[in-house]
């Protein structure tokens, strides 16, 4: 940046102030992972100390690993997530692509009961869920989560890329329809690669509450077999004792897999939040 | 090759009558331009017969087929765009050749028509490059590079040159009208800059609000506008459109182009003082305001000194005027 529009106090302030939330923001993941590497006595008695060589235990991990079935949980979590997310992406692109694509009668009125969804929780719809699950005999599969999950993200996910392909140049689906391209193909081969930076967005904002819920596992499928790891997690957490070295070791793992997506999305993630503010 | 028929076609969005009707034959070899101000409709009549819209009612005809219901794909038709729209993910060898191989045609014939447009246009060098890394000309060259490979029975632009610098507007220009002589395919082409009109048309439809005001060759526009409106669009400087009244002319309005207009510092028929001066070098425009027409346009050829706030005199040639009604209606007398 150029010095004429820099003053050195004005972005030390400015720097000042994100350091400070990022700090808040990392503590609580610090301190998880931090005390999921020490024993029980020292958890308790200096939360905030790093494991020393004294301090350091892993049983935390053992118990995670030996206790319950994690590789199953995470192998579940992973499974709803992911299927999830692509359902959310593909269908919510589709539905995106018809209501900024094509003139047709009740098209606001569609877009606005889409939109709706984001307004009202689906959570107020729980126990009619549980219903519809126990009449389809879907309780306790993963096709449960799934299909809430994708009702849960469509609303946000139609918003954000209905906005975004209304911003596609009509030119260029007009010159692949007279090239003879089906509307399929406009819309995979065109469309969608020029939207990427919106579906990254989307993807992320979908992903997170789905891989951390706990309510819809916890009523649509709490069998041994279809736990996911947060309900997992739970078994740690007693009325009375809770385990925290297992506790805290879940979480930690638990975290991985979402970075791991999260970094896979993030750079195109920033173009997609900025490129509404600078174009 | 390819001719084209419009019958009564209208286009309506909800109640908002974009086009009123529209007959108009274009002959197989034809430059056609649809020229009118912005919002007349002209883009909406080219998707028309594209087929990217739906007439809502009437006929459109493309080399004796009833086209109506055919997608646009198979009207064999290619299109120029103003945006260029070429495929960001292609290069500019698939770019062009796209179009043939979604219609069916093998590999060694795309191939040899691709390299037969890009010779014409001078691609070679371009052909393995993203659009991304083209100039706005390179683009638009390989547009309508894209448009020539399918060999069309009809050639679409839509205000192809409208997002090239001025030097690059002239330059593609002349390659767009070289083309239409070297393929002698019809052309139809829509544009708001009517100076591309008359140097590119065979003949020129001038539309206003939806309606077609008048079609022909750009000399019979020129000279002969059938109404008020065409008679203002075409030309520039502007025609002048002075009250006929006091001039003792006929009609409501004698409209009289400004190279028809005689500047005198000592005698003439209309007092008037120099408003503003533009040197071209080659012509010279003068702005005059006087009480009774407003703001008239002079324009000589060549350098001539006049300053602003200068008296003169000006002297319409009434026999190079045109006389209009009330309504704008000409009257020929």
Redesign the interface.
């Known amino acids: 940046m150029s010095s004429a529009r820099t003053s050195r106090s004005r972005s030390l302030a400015a720097h000042g102030i994100l350091m400070l939330y990022t700090v808040i923001a990392l503590f609580p993941v610090f301190v998880i992972i931090v005390n999921s590497f020490k024993s029980r006595r020292a958890i308790f008695a200096e939360p905030l100390a790093l494991p020393t060589p004294a301090t350091a235990d892993l049983v935390g991990y053992r118990t995670v690993l030996s206790q319950g079935d994690f590789l199953l949980y995470f192998q579940n979590s992973l499974i709803v997530t992911v299927a999830s997310l692509a359902a959310v992406l593909l269908f919510g692109a589709m539905a995106a692509f018809a209501l900024s694509e094509y003139r047709f009668r009740g098209n606001t009125l569609m877009g606005l009961y889409l939109a709706l969804g984001i307004m009202i929780p689906i959570r107020l719809g729980t126990v009619a869920i549980l219903q519809l699950m126990v009449a389809s005999g879907l309780v306790n599969t993963l096709l449960a989560l799934i299909l809430v999950y994708t009702a849960q993200g469509l609303p946000l996910a139609i918003f954000i890329l209905s906005e975004f392909m209304r911003t596609v140049s009509p030119d260029l689906k007009n010159a692949g329809r007279i090239d003879g391209l089906s509307e399929y193909r406009i819309f995979f081969r065109l469309v969608l690669p020029l939207v990427r930076p919106a579906m990254a967005t989307v993807a992320v904002f979908t992903m997170i509450p789905i891989w951390n819920d706990l309510w819809f596992p916890l009523i649509l499928a709490p069998a041994e077999a279809t736990k996911t790891v947060t309900l997992g997690a739970q078994v740690f957490i007693g009325q009375f004792v809770t385990n925290w070295n297992a506790v805290l070791a879940a979480l930690s793992l638990a975290i991985l897999p979402v970075l791991v997506l999260y970094l896979v999305f993030s750079r195109q993630l920033i173009r997609g939040i900025t490129s509404g503010a600078v174009k | 090759m390819g001719s084209l028929t419009l019958t009564a076609v209208t286009k309506s969005f909800g109640a908002t009558h974009v086009i009123k009707g529209v007959d108009l034959e274009v002959a197989d070899g034809e430059f056609c331009v649809f020229v009118g101000p912005s919002g007349c409709g002209k883009s909406t009549l080219l ?1 028309i017969i ?3 819209e739906d007439a809502t009612s009437g006929d459109v005809v493309i080399d004796g087929r009833r086209v109506n219901d055919v ?4 009207r064999e ?3 120029v ?9 292609l290069s500019v060898r698939d770019n062009m050749g ?2 043939l191989k ?2 069916g045609a093998d590999a060694a014939t795309v191939k040899e028509r691709v390299a037969a447009a890009s010779a014409m246009l001078s691609l070679d060098p371009l052909l393995e490059r993203r659009p991304a890394e083209l100039s706005g000309g390179q683009r638009q060259r390989v547009a309508i590079g894209r448009s020539i490979v399918r060999t069309p029975k009809l050639f679409l632009f ?1 205000e192809p040159l409208s997002n090239l610098d001025a030097a690059l507007r002239v330059a593609t220009r002349i390659e767009i009208a070289r083309l239409h002589r070297e393929l002698g395919a019809t052309m139809i082409y829509v544009t708001h800059d009517q100076v591309e009109a008359m140097t590119l048309a065979d003949r020129i439809v001038v539309l206003n609000a939806g309606r077609v005001e008048q079609v022909g060759a750009p000399m019979t526009l020129y000279n002969d506008p059938a109404n008020m409106f065409v008679a203002g669009f075409i030309g520039s400087p502007k025609m002048n459109f002075l009250a006929a009244g006091p001039l003792g002319q006929p009609g409501k309005t004698l409209g009289i182009r400004p190279e028809h207009v005689a500047i005198d510092r000592g005698q003439g028929a209309i007092a008037a003082t120099v408003s503003h001066v533009e040197h071209l070098g080659g012509e010279t425009n003068v702005y005059a305001r006087c009480e009774e027409h407003g703001l008239v346009a002079v324009r000589l050829f060549g350098e001539h000194r006049f300053e602003v706030d200068e008296r003169v005199f000006l002297t319409p040639d009434p026999a190079r005027g045109f006389h209009f009604a009330e309504d704008g209606s000409r009257l020929r007398v």
């Open positions: 998707r594209a087929g990217l997608p646009p794909a198979k038709i290619a299109m765009f103003q945006s260029y729209a070429l495929y960001p993910h796209l179009g979604q219609s839509d």
